[in-house]
């Protein structure tokens, strides 16, 4: 079935029809969780969420939205908008802090919180540490295809060097280390450096550190290299329930929302970014 195309005015109606300040548009299915959470947690338009199917639809909405013929609101994932220098700067259309929501929704609290409640482990037989631990060395494995990935998109070709999954670069089927001598080989055979230095387009940011870089690694990426992070803990405590990739989406949004607060390293950002919004609203 073709999907129904309101016109302009159409669109425009909508708000009152659905009785809210605005309607806020995002890409896909995914988003449409996490932004309900963030607009419920700073001061915001009272909106209603819907998915376009893809950036490419939505980016139709967003050229609307700055032409200033729709009056709505989208929410967007950054990528690598800031390094290449196709960020859209519109008070109305708000930004993730890092590549994608999984960025921000992925916390070493929140890995805990999802592999403590989903899987009823004891919150004793576990400690944040490991997480933190975890987490901190995945980003450290992983620096080298970042920085590749980075310059790829920035200099590059933009074939894209990190793919949605990051099963090939653990150790074994049962790990969930991240194996540099795999990294090595995977970009040694791209013909790419495992000691690459980050692109020049990005030193300005990490010079004044508005932004860190393990911030930009691809969302579903680092959601793949998670999820088996906490299906391997809940397996070893031997958790009572399992937990498929699916059900591991929907419960880090939940435990984001219980532990999202001003310690957040994202929360600054997004603080700004419904500031913006709140002011043109």
């Not at 729709?70 to 802090?97: C, M, Q, R, W, Y």
């Not at 540490?129 to 295809?145: I, K, M, P, T, V």
């Not at 280390?177 to 995977?186: A, G, N």
């Amino acid at each position: 079935m073709e999907k129904l195309e309101y016109s302009i005015d159409a669109k425009n109606a909508l708000p009152k029809f659905y009785r809210v300040d605005r309607l806020l548009y995002v890409e896909g299915d995914d988003d449409i969780v996490f932004w309900e959470i963030m607009f419920k947690k700073f001061e915001a338009p009272e909106v209603l969420v819907q998915q376009v199917g893809g950036k490419v639809e939505l980016q139709k909405y967003i050229d609307q939205i700055i032409s200033g013929q729709l009056d709505a609101i989208a929410a967007i994932d950054s990528d690598f908008s800031p390094f290449v220098g196709i960020e859209p700067n519109h008070n109305l259309i708000i930004k993730t802090a890092g590549h994608s929501i999984e960025n921000t929704l992925i916390t070493a609290k929140v890995l805990m919180k999802v592999a403590t409640t989903t899987g009823r482990i004891s919150a004793a037989s576990v400690t944040l540490e490991e997480f933190e631990n975890w987490l901190e060395g995945f980003h450290q494995q992983c620096s080298a295809l970042l920085i590749n990935d980075l310059q790829d998109q920035c200099e590059g070709e933009r074939i894209g060097i990190i793919g949605k999954s990051c099963d090939r670069f653990f150790e074994t089927k049962q790990s969930h280390r991240i194996c540099p001598i795999k990294v090595k080989e995977y970009l040694e055979k791209l013909g790419l450096a495992a000691d690459a230095e980050p692109p020049n387009s990005t030193s300005k940011y990490i010079a004044n550190g508005s932004l860190n870089l393990q911030d930009f690694i691809r969302g579903h990426f680092l959601a793949s290299a998670a999820y088996r992070f906490v299906h391997l803990i809940m397996k070893r405590k031997c958790a009572k329930t399992s937990l498929s990739s699916a059900a591991f989406f929907g419960a880090i949004n939940l435990a984001f929302e219980s532990t999202f607060d001003h310690e957040h390293p994202h929360y600054e950002h997004y603080e700004r970014e419904f500031q913006d919004l709140s002011a043109a609203a």
